[in-house]
């Protein structure tokens, strides 16, 4: 189970038994570099831990902690762990300022505590198996490794993967498999039944900060430069990913802003002109002095599509985990630690779907569903889908989502596939086994239940801990991971998001316009060409692939797949879907890369119905 993760640790490994319990580890070495091996001992020998992460406030606990008597033997985070849970048990977890997942066994009480940081920034994988045991591992990989594992496929994780794109924390694509979730701890004993885990934080939305916009302005950039500060602690060499983007410019600004040295920055660009941001990486470079890199990736990089089947386990179709990995291996070549921006268009409400739904939520006050219903919902059906046109036309889904309540059109919004288009791709068969799951329906629930007074808090709620943990933070663990390199999102320290879901909703959004307080703070330092730009993010070309290098495997899912064999699916369905993008009568991109992305993972995990 370690070599299959040597990935995420090739600096070092240690395994350690006792009577009914193991734990192993692979070190990557940031902090304390020859001093803090694991599985580590408590200074008296009573507890264990396997640790993956960063704790950026250890220091700050060390003095307490020494204050209270305790004696430390490293210098780095992990024995400051295994001191704060022997002073304050599991509460100690309230105390960390950090992203983590690990493993502490209590020889006293014989129980095993696995916990994972607020937003799941770290992963946790646990599978109950047939003797009874419980295993544990960072990656689906390393699970697989155990001699006991079933590899039987779970219905309603397909259907939620291909509801979103990925499997969501809920689930997993393997029966009798469980992601701990983000801000939960499970407490296992010998010889007790397994219980379910137990939140120990939650983001809230339900109060609003005070203050006029230059006072919360000045605290907001005040939380940023301590959440940047903290995370540049290394004992490697550390940089920053830059897009070009507000967020990613931001990080780096502050790092500037804190650093004697040049900060290493690096960035990733198209060959093709729409899609490449590299110079406003190059003017954020040149305007803080960074060292910075760039690389180009080419339309022909399908061939590392194989690559990212594997690096996930999982099937995960986010398209722009190609770049992220391609910007992930320039960093490593400089640097053993990133800063990214990860986080911040969840915590601030920056994607055009929030302010969309911030909108959209205005005319559901003024009209009652009764009439919303029959009117729009008549309208959508009636609307052609035009992905091709100009937003203003591409009025479908908008229309759609106004005819159901927020929660709904929310989700209808941020889906991949409706239930419709699902099941026009399953067999009856498959239907049935599902047992009328729909994906849809967790992050509705999920919403209704949110601490939060309106519907962007409720929104970005189901971001944050839904789309964002199954996602985004999946996404960048993989890719960094895969290549021995840490990534660490300042942008997301607790305190810093806790104050962004406080604000009054004028000051996240404004009008037409996202993240309005963060952009207005970071106007001392960036320029409104950076700030008020167009939103791009990363894109790969995928439907130019599924058209042309990639056209024949497009149309083997519908052939000769494991897909094609397992009863799970129409083929026809499926090669109707090929036949009509591969001629250009339609874009069926982002359906074919899903499948496509399935049918890879499924054949390397060799899942079973």
């Known amino acids: 189970?370690?070599?299959?993760?040597?990935?995420?640790?090739?600096?070092?490994?240690?395994?350690?038994?006792?009577?009914?319990?193991?734990?192993?580890?692979?070190?990557?070495?940031?902090?304390?570099?020859?001093?803090?091996?694991?599985?580590?001992?408590?200074?008296?020998?009573?507890?264990?831990?396997?640790?993956?992460?960063?704790?950026?406030?250890?220091r700050e606990l060390r003095r307490e902690l020494e204050q209270g008597g305790a004696k430390f033997r490293t210098s780095g985070d992990t024995e400051v762990i295994l001191a704060a849970y022997q002073r304050w048990g599991v509460d100690c977890l309230e105390k960390f300022n950090g992203m983590f997942a690990f493993a502490l066994y209590d020889l006293d009480k014989r129980q095993l505590l696995l916990a994972r940081d607020r937003f799941g920034v770290k992963p946790l994988f646990l599978a109950r198996l047939s003797d009874g045991s419980v295993t544990f591992a960072s990656e689906l990989k390393g699970l697989l490794a155990h001699p006991l594992m079933r590899r039987r496929l779970d219905p309603q994780a397909l259907d939620a993967y291909l509801t979103w794109g990925y499997v969501p924390d809920t689930r997993s694509i393997l029966s009798g498999v469980e992601k701990l979730p983000a801000g939960h701890f499970l407490l296992l004993e010998h010889g007790k039944p397994i219980p379910s885990p137990r939140r120990w934080w939650d983001i809230s939305f339900a109060d609003r900060a005070r203050g006029s916009e230059a006072d919360l302005s000045a605290e907001l950039v005040h939380l940023m430069r301590e959440a940047v500060q903290s995370r540049m602690v290394s004992d490697v060499p550390l940089g920053a990913f830059l897009s070009g983007g507000v967020d990613s410019s931001s990080v780096v600004a502050l790092m500037s802003e804190a650093s004697a040295e040049p900060v290493r920055t690096c960035s990733i660009g198209f060959d093709v002109a729409a899609l490449d941001e590299t110079s406003y990486a190059q003017q954020i470079a040149e305007k803080f002095g960074t060292q910075h890199e760039a690389r180009t990736v080419g339309q022909d990089d399908f061939g590392a599509v194989d690559a990212l089947a594997a690096m996930f386990d999982e099937p995960f179709a986010d398209a722009s985990a190609l770049p992220t990995w391609r910007v992930c291996q320039l960093a490593r070549e400089k640097v053993t630690v990133a800063l990214s921006g990860d986080g911040a268009d969840e915590a601030f409400a920056g994607y055009r779907r929030q302010v969309f739904h911030h909108n959209e939520e205005r005319v559901r006050s003024l009209l009652p569903q009764g009439l919303r219903e029959?009117?729009?919902?008549?309208?959508?059906?009636?609307?052609?889908?035009?992905?091709?046109?100009?937003?203003?036309?591409?009025?479908?889904?908008?229309?759609?989502?106004?005819?159901?309540?927020?929660?709904?059109?929310?989700?209808?919004?941020?889906?991949?596939?409706?239930?419709?288009?699902?099941?026009?791709?399953?067999?009856?068969?498959?239907?049935?086994?599902?047992g009328g799951f729909q994906g849809e329906d967790e992050l509705i629930q999920l919403m209704a239940g949110a601490p939060a007074q309106s519907g962007l808090d409720r929104?970005?709620?189901?971001?944050?801990?839904?789309?964002?943990?199954?996602?985004?933070?999946?996404?960048?663990?993989?890719?960094?991971?895969?290549?021995?390199?840490?990534?660490?999102?300042?942008?997301?320290?607790?305190?810093?998001?806790?104050?962004?879901?406080?604000?009054?909703?004028?000051?996240?959004?404004?009008?037409?316009?996202?993240?309005?307080?963060?952009?207005?703070?970071?106007?001392?330092?960036?320029?409104?060409?950076?700030?008020?730009?167009?939103?791009?993010?990363?894109?790969?070309?995928?439907?130019?692939?599924?058209?042309?290098?990639?056209?024949?495997?497009?149309?083997?899912?519908?052939?000769?797949?494991?897909?094609?064999?397992?009863?799970?699916?129409?083929?026809?369905?499926?090669?109707?879907?090929?036949?009509?993008?591969?001629?250009?009568?339609?874009?069926?991109?982002?359906?074919?890369?899903?499948?496509?992305?399935?049918?890879?993972?499924?054949?390397?995990?060799?899942?079973?119905?």
């Open 1 to 58: 189970m370690c070599d299959a993760l040597i990935h995420r640790g090739p600096d070092g490994a240690g395994v350690w038994t006792d009577h009914g319990v193991g734990l192993g580890h692979r070190r990557l070495s940031i902090i304390d570099l020859e001093g803090s091996p694991q599985p580590m001992h408590s200074a008296n020998g009573r507890a264990v831990i396997a640790f993956n992460g960063e704790i950026y406030n250890f």
């Open 374 to 434: 029959p009117l729009f919902g008549a309208l959508g059906r009636m609307w052609p889908k035009a992905d091709w046109a100009p937003r203003p036309f591409r009025a479908k889904s908008t229309f759609l989502a106004l005819s159901e309540n927020g929660n709904a059109g929310y989700a209808r919004a941020l889906c991949v596939n409706t239930p419709e288009a699902r099941h026009s791709l399953y067999t009856d068969e498959f239907v049935s086994k599902l």
């Open 459 to 609: 929104a970005q709620y189901a971001d944050l801990t839904f789309w964002m943990p199954g996602d985004i933070l999946t996404k960048v663990d993989r890719t960094s991971m895969a290549v021995s390199l840490e990534a660490r999102e300042p942008l997301l320290d607790h305190r810093l998001v806790e104050f962004a879901a406080r604000l009054p909703e004028k000051m996240r959004v404004r009008g037409s316009t996202g993240k309005f307080l963060l952009k207005k703070c970071m106007e001392r330092y960036l320029p409104d060409d950076i700030l008020y730009r167009s939103k791009q993010g990363f894109v790969t070309p995928i439907a130019e692939w599924l058209r042309g290098p990639l056209s024949a495997e497009a149309r083997g899912i519908a052939t000769s797949s494991v897909l094609a064999q397992s009863g799970w699916f129409q083929p026809k369905a499926i090669s109707d879907l090929a036949d009509s993008h591969i001629s250009g009568r339609s874009d069926n991109s982002r359906i074919l890369w899903q499948l496509l992305m399935l049918e890879k993972s499924l054949a390397q995990l060799d899942v079973s119905a």
